[in-house]
């Protein structure tokens, strides 16, 4: 059973970082791909970033989060990482942490392209 557990989320001023931590249970996070979703009120849920399963770790990112965030892992601690600078209101949402049952060619980016979810860790960015 793959379990997923975030943490590291609160409330932070705009312009400032916090870094979220997705701890993996059931399966290591080098054995498939992970991604970071996040939704906030009233919206969809929507893709952030997510980190290949393949050797080199190759990572992809939307748009709106380019440049500021970076998704990483920590083999060793199993454990996906999701640093997000110069925060801004818009990037307050509840982030949870995701992966898929099968091996992909590349990451999805679609929610439904991933069976896994943490519960869910709530960022709140003000202005």
């Known amino acids: 059973q793959v379990q997923l557990v975030e943490s590291g989320g609160g409330l932070v001023q705009a312009g400032g970082s916090l870094r979220l931590s997705c701890a993996a249970s059931?399966?290591?996070?080098?054995?498939?791909?992970m991604g970071w979703f996040r939704q906030a009120p009233g919206k969809e849920r929507e893709f952030v970033a997510a980190l290949s399963w393949r050797s080199g770790g190759r990572t992809y990112y939307a748009d709106s989060v380019k440049g500021r965030f970076t998704i990483s892992r920590d083999n060793a601690k199993n454990t996906v990482y999701l640093q997000m600078n110069s925060l801004k209101p818009e990037d307050t949402a509840v982030y949870y942490c995701?992966?898929?049952?099968?091996?992909?060619?590349?990451?999805?980016?679609?929610?439904?392209?991933?069976?896994?979810w943490g519960q869910g860790t709530q960022v709140t960015v003000s202005s």
């Open positions: 059931g399966r290591t996070v080098t054995s498939n791909d």
């Open positions: 995701a992966a898929p049952a099968q091996r992909r060619v590349v990451p999805g980016t679609r929610s439904e392209q991933y069976d896994y």
